[in-house]
């Protein structure tokens, strides 16, 4: 267990402490505004979801083994292209829209690196759920958050006070040098597992498993699960994109119509990974008919302060806009729980 959780914890640290970093050296090139970063937040959030298709699809369509090589090598790719700092010659040259050119800047300099560290916690969730069945992997994913949290919080009020872009851009290497190890030794694990698996299955006695068959006939059929509905589904999907949505419009309307502050767009971020660390703690956080009470007031507030925006302080704005992320996302996330397979 310790292995996988110092895996996903640096994962998901590293993968939410470059987003700032690369932000301090790209924000100045294209004016600093809140545009660029929602540009970035959009590439971010796109990539994030790549790595977990890539996690999901490997995990169907590839045997264990051919997926742990697979990911070592994608691992060995991303180490290669250190330094993730990007050259000068992206600088732009005259007006426009610099959309694009951000894009392909971010793609070119860390876009490997961030998606193979993108996938690894549906990647190494899946990876413990083989090698521990039965037990559960979710605590596993508040964890994950709980890492990126902390990149969040301790990046501005740390990292950036106490060294230059440069120092923290080496400090980065070197974890991305950690989390490759820790990685490689889950795949190791995982290889093992399956090695060890295949040899039991051919050195069980074919008598034994028929006498267990006859012992067993007379025995009740186990239940077995259902499998999930196209409802269900459909609500996987949709929930966790309208928390998304709801991330990106908020810290769009706090940067460019109520104030242009240095790291603001910090706050609605860690709102929105605390939801997910609360709600994929335990389902005793998320209580669906107080928080169905708190969203209706929610979204009265959020009505309120979009029609009486430039009449209200900034701090009530801000508690406002921030408040009814909180609990829109905790309404999405928690429900996201209660769906959750078996």
């Given at each position: ?28 090139w ?11 937040m ?58 694009l ?56 009020f740390?990292?950036e ?18 989390y ?56 996987w ?8 949505v ?51 007031a ?45």
């Amino acid at each position: 267990m310790a292995a996988y959780a110092l895996t996903i914890f640096t994962g998901a640290f590293l993968l939410f402490q470059v987003q700032p970093l690369i932000g301090k050296y790209i924000l100045p090139w294209f004016g600093g505004g809140p545009g660029v970063w929602t540009t970035c937040m959009l590439f971010f959030q796109v990539l994030l979801l790549g790595g977990y298709a890539y996690a999901h699809f490997t995990s169907r369509w590839l045997k264990p083994r051919k997926q742990a090589v697979v990911h070592l090598v994608l691992l060995a790719a991303a180490l290669a292209l250190l330094p993730i700092t990007p050259n000068d010659a992206w600088k732009p040259h005259g007006a426009g829209n610099p959309t694009l050119q951000i894009l392909t800047l971010l793609a070119v300099s860390l876009g490997l690196p961030y998606f193979v560290l993108s996938s690894t916690g549906p990647l190494i969730q899946q990876w413990f759920s083989r090698a521990k069945p039965g037990v559960s992997p979710y605590r596993l994913y508040a964890l994950s958050n709980l890492g990126s949290l902390l990149a969040l919080v301790s990046y501005p009020f740390f990292f950036e006070t106490h060294f230059t872009r440069k120092i923290q851009a080496g400090l980065w290497a070197w974890g991305l040098v950690a989390y490759v190890v820790c990685c490689g030794f889950c795949a190791v694990r995982l290889w093992k597992s399956e090695v060890l698996r295949l040899k039991s299955k051919v050195q069980s006695p074919t008598s034994k498993v028929q006498g267990q068959e006859s012992e067993s006939s007379n025995a009740p059929a186990p239940t077995i699960n259902s499998q999930p509905s196209t409802i269900n589904r459909v609500q996987w999907l949709l929930l966790p994109a309208c928390a998304s949505v709801l991330l990106l419009a908020t810290t769009n309307k706090l940067c460019q119509d109520v104030a242009v502050i240095p790291f603001l767009w910090v706050l609605p971020l860690a709102l929105y990974l605390v939801t997910f660390i609360i709600c994929f703690d335990s389902p005793r956080w998320y209580v669906r008919f107080p928080f169905t009470l708190a969203l209706i007031a929610a979204l009265g507030g959020l009505c309120w302060a979009l029609s009486n925006g430039s009449d209200l302080a900034l701090s009530k704005q801000v508690a406002l806009y921030c408040g009814g992320l909180f609990i829109c996302c905790m309404v999405c996330h928690g429900e996201l729980y209660r769906l959750k397979p078996d």
